[in-house]
């Protein structure tokens, strides 16, 4: 039987040395001098004596709305991860009966999240080209129940961006029916171009952003949301962190948004390279397609369908044999997850070898054996 996939994280996290972590869309190319100074100069300080200023560091914040291009008197939610302020704001803003548009595939936490507050998710099926939500699609999935539109931009896990003209068209319909818009940022600084919502629907936009995949801080938990003063007013009535959030994880974030121009391009360069030779490599797999190339994120999903092998069993002899973590796509969607293993390439090269050396092992090892004839 297919080991379950909380077994395989306590395996990676058990090897984590010997593990080329491609499973979480995490960044491991940030340099790591800065966080490691941020933090010590705060475990000097002793600043985790005190209960860190519960609004959150001043200076993150002015950080944050600088990064983000938005004023700096927007409303300015911090939390423990992109996640909790998620979590929070579905909580706070929909209720029993209302209908969220989602997708399928998406980042199904969020439709999670949505479920707990009473409220559905409707997912049309974007596995098909563009592989992204149109406004097309937007408005032939709209109820009169439709509160909020879920736009993840760029889309974990496809990899796929919104174009400037597609951002604008959503952000319009949801203005013109005075709907929320939860524009997830999460990936926005691995995109060429990426445009805010908010710039065209700014009442109701929900702008949530994470330093786990940009800063590559994933561990320190860090994130939050920007949005309207009385939307985040609403919101921070679900607010658990009433003592403030993390002040290391606070210091490691002001440390990499401040110098985020110095390093921000080489991570850039090294994930494209990085999926260009995977893509590469990838014509020679037979039967491995890559529906979306070349990726606005630092992750895309290789589509093993026609190879008869079940992305779980790719999964585990690809971790178990070779020590590379990739993840099934069952957690990504219900509908196409059995086709699809999801890689992330924020990785330094060497774990790039890793897998183009594996990949095929894996495949060979698996490939269903034709009958002898
Ligand atoms: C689209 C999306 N939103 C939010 C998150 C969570 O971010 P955080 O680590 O800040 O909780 C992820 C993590 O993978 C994600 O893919």
Known sequence: MAAASSDAFRYAHAHRAEIAWMSQNTNHLVPPGIVARAIDRALEERVYEEYPYAPGDPELRALVLKDLGFPQDAGFFLAAGGTEALYALTRALLAPGDDVLGSDPSYLIIHRFVELSGATTRMPDIYAPPFRLTPEIVEANLTPQTRMILLIDPLNPLGSGYPREAVRAIAEIARDR?????????????????????????EGTLTVWSVSKNCGLAGLRLGGLVARPELVRQVARYNTNDLGVNVLAQRAAIALLETKAQWIDGVRAQTRANQ??????????????????????NMFVLDVSRTGIAPEALQNELLYRHGVFLRSGAYLSPAHGGRFVRASFSNVPADIDRLLTAFPLALEALRPKLPAS
């Open 276 to 297: 260009d030779r995977i893509r590469e490599a990838a014509r020679g797999w037979p039967g491995v397609e890559l529906p979306v190339y070349p990726s606005q994120a």
């Open 178 to 202: 005075k709907l929320l818009l939860l524009h997830d940022v999460t990936y926005r600084d691995f995109a060429d171009a990426p445009t805010s919502a908010a710039e065209f629907h700014p």
